[in-house]
């Protein structure tokens, strides 16, 4: 405190350690502004109302269904009949190959690829997108003394990997051009 003419009066600080993070974040907003990022949000797919001609018991074709009622304006529907788009899920496949051997002959590394061929119609049954297969692969080591623990990533990697091709598809889908077929 200074004093002046017999009184006290407080000297203030400017308030900088709080100004600091405030100033970085805003900083770092207007960086990722500038370069044009933004966040994914929600897809506009190109028809109102989607069939997917999936198994029952396809963990993708559900997969699929929950990604595009969340995150489209487009319904699924149950019947084929009242869809703009119908979705063939024509083959969905899991491979397993191995990659590297031990010294006695065991399988030290495998990759997995989990393949899908698909095609999208119109109502009328007019190609919107050709038959399409999507492949993605990803590379796991194994490990003897650690056989439930790869065999847990094992099925973690093919539901990433089934998490990515829906995106895949999603994007495809969003780009499939509807006037296209007609005509």
Do not use: W
């Not at 044009?36 to 993708?60: C, E, I, M, N, V």
């Not at 119609?121 to 056989?147: K, S």
């Not at 990997?161 to 829906?166: F, G, K, R, Y």
Request: proline residues 2%; charged residues 25%.
């Amino acid at each position: 405190m200074a004093l002046r003419r017999g009184h006290a009066i407080a000297v203030r600080r400017a308030p900088t350690r709080r100004a600091a993070p405030f100033l970085l974040a805003l900083v770092s907003a207007l960086l990722l502004t500038s370069c044009g990022f933004k966040l994914r949000g929600a897809r506009d797919l190109p028809f109102a109302t989607l069939y997917l001609s999936t198994g029952t018991q396809s963990a993708l074709g559900a997969e699929l269904a929950r990604n595009i009622r969340a995150g489209t304006s487009t319904a699924v529907v149950a019947d084929r009949s009242q869809a703009q788009a119908v979705l063939e899920l024509i083959s969905e496949r899991r491979e397993r190959d191995i990659v590297a051997v031990n010294a006695q002959g065991r399988a030290r590394e495998y990759t997995l690829r989990l393949r899908l061929a698909f095609r999208l119609l119109d109502a009328q049954g007019r190609e919107l997108i050709p038959l399409t297969e999507l492949v993605t692969t990803r590379d796991i080591a194994f490990n003897e003394a650690q056989v439930l623990a790869k065999e847990s990533e094992e099925m973690l990697l093919f539901r990433d990997m089934q998490s990515d091709l829906v995106q895949q598809i999603l994007r495809r889908l969003a780009g499939a051009r509807v006037d296209a077929a007609k005509g």
